[in-house]
């Protein structure tokens, strides 16, 4: 018998969380046996939006087909929430957090509390991320105003990696002027911090002349 998931994520957003709830989508769909998948797409900042026809195609069936059985009072076994932590959130009986995670060395409290209350389990991308879930600790007080010493993460945490992706490389028409280059994708704002990636390139390679820096970068346009 086939489970009723609800994959709640930004299905349609092209960015990293994006990209990770379609991996986990294009995965639960590998096994229709398994689940009956329904889709509600979530904003993600001020990124772009998917345009591949071959890629909104099923999603978007997906997403009317949950809409409509919403409105009927349909009910979900289980629910894969593809966010951060404090957007977690009670939707079904099962719930599952899947997170990118942390890339520091500490959980902000809010996070641990939101992943012990809403759901029952947590799946990050690194062992890094797990390994931080796992270990951060806090001393609280409960209601009663008790100490409560290593006070951290009561749900499981489990990391399963991307996995790798196989494709036929394109002929780029670059030419360059250095036989070793540095490659950094990534989004042109302040938590990315590529002025300081620039800035350091520059103090390492200053006297280097063999070696380049190619930047693959976008921005966030702000509309009124």
Not at 46 to 63: F, L, M, S
Request: with cysteine; proline share 4%; hydrophobic share 35%.
């Amino acid at each position: 018998m086939t489970k009723k998931i609800l994959v709640k994520g930004p299905v349609l957003s092209r960015s990293g969380y994006g990209e990770q709830a379609r991996f986990a989508v294009e995965a639960l769909r590998s096994r229709e046996d398994l689940f009956d998948i329904y889709l509600m797409n979530i904003p993600w900042g001020n990124t772009g939006q998917v345009t591949d026809p071959k890629v909104r195609g099923w999603i978007e069936e997906a997403i009317f087909k949950t809409v409509g059985y919403i409105q009927s009072g349909g009910q979900f076994d289980m629910s894969l929430q593809v966010t951060i932590p404090n957007e977690f959130e009670k939707i079904a009986p099962v719930n599952i957090g899947y997170t990118a995670g942390i890339e520091t060395t500490k959980v902000a409290p809010e996070w641990i509390d939101k992943c012990n209350t809403t759901v029952d389990r947590v799946v990050v991308v690194s062992d890094h991320s797990r390994k931080v879930f796992e270990t951060t600790k806090y001393e609280i007080q409960d209601n009663n105003g008790n100490k409560v010493p290593n006070w951290g993460m009561k749900v499981p945490v489990k990391s399963v990696n991307y996995s790798v992706r196989d494709a036929e490389t394109e002929d780029l028409d670059i030419t360059f002027e250095t036989d070793k280059n540095f490659l950094v994708v990534s989004q042109w704002g302040p938590r990315k911090n590529v002025d300081n990636t620039i800035r350091w390139f520059v103090e390492q390679f200053q006297d280097d002349s063999d070696t380049g820096l190619v930047l693959k970068t976008n921005i966030v346009a702000v509309l009124n």
